[in-house]
C-alpha cells in the first residue's frame, strides 16, 4: 500500500537523491527505503527499474548512501574523505556493469544486466556520487541549513547559494519557524462574562 511509506523526495541528482531516501538524520530520523520493494520503487523512480531485491541488497544499499552522505558531507566541508566512505563508493561503481544507452528520443538512460540488477543500478549511484563529489559536475556540494536536516545536497543554481536541501521541505518549514518567531505568542480571546 504506497500511502503506509513516507514519499520519496526525488531531486534532479541522482546520488543526492538517494541519500535523501533517510532524511531528518539529526531530528527524528525518517526512512524512506525501509524494505526491499521501497528499493525496487525507489530505483524505478528514478529510471533503474529492477525486479526485485533481497534483504542483503537492501543493507548494501544502506551502505552505499550511508558512504555517500558521509563522503558528500565531507567534500561541502572542505574535510578529508573518510577512507572507509570511499572504498565502499568505489566497490559500489566497479562491481556495476550498467550501460548508458541512447533511446530514441536522444534521452540516456541505464542498461542493468540480467545477472545483478540491483548491483547495477548501485553502480551507476555511485558512479554519480563519484562525479558530483570529485568536481566533475558543474555544480557545488553544500549541507541543508535545516538544523534537524543536514542533507548533502547538489547546488546547481546560477548563484551557487542555495540553503536548503529541498524548498519544499526543509526550506518552508525554517521559513514557517522564522515567521512564527516574529510573530511571538499568539493571544486568546478574554471569555465574555
Do not use: Y
Request: charged letters at 25%.
Amino acid at each position: 500500500m504506497p500511502g503506509e511509506f513516507p514519499p520519496f523526495r526525488l531531486g534532479s541528482v541522482l546520488a543526492t537523491s538517494f541519500t535523501g531516501t533517510l532524511s531528518e538524520r539529526f531530528g527524528t530520523p525518517v526512512e524512506r527505503i525501509p524494505t526491499p520493494q521501497r528499493l525496487v520503487d525507489w530505483l524505478e523512480a528514478n529510471g533503474l527499474a529492477v525486479d526485485s531485491c533481497t534483504g542483503a541488497q537492501l543493507e548494501l544499499a544502506r551502505e552505499l548512501r550511508e558512504s555517500i552522505h558521509a563522503a558528500a558531507t565531507a567534500a561541502a566541508l572542505h574535510e578529508a574523505l573518510p577512507g572507509s566512505a570511499v572504498r565502499i563508493i568505489n566497490d559500489r561503481s566497479v562491481q556495476g556493469r550498467a550501460a548508458a544507452v541512447l533511446t530514441p528520443e536522444g534521452n540516456r538512460r541505464w542498461q542493468l544486466g540480467p545477472a545483478s540488477p540491483v548491483e547495477d543500478a548501485l553502480g551507476v549511484i555511485a558512479a554519480d556520487a563519484i562525479d558530483i563529489i570529485s568536481g566533475e559536475r558543474d555544480g557545488k556540494l553544500a549541507l541543508c541549513a535545516s538544523p534537524t536536516c543536514r542533507a548533502a545536497f547538489f547546488d546547481t543554481s546560477q548563484s551557487r547559494t542555495r540553503r536548503w536541501c529541498d524548498m519544499n521541505t526543509c526550506g518552508n518549514r525554517q521559513k514557517k519557524a522564522r515567521f512564527n518567531a516574529k510573530a511571538g505568542p499568539k493571544r486568546t480571546a478574554e471569555p465574555r462574562r
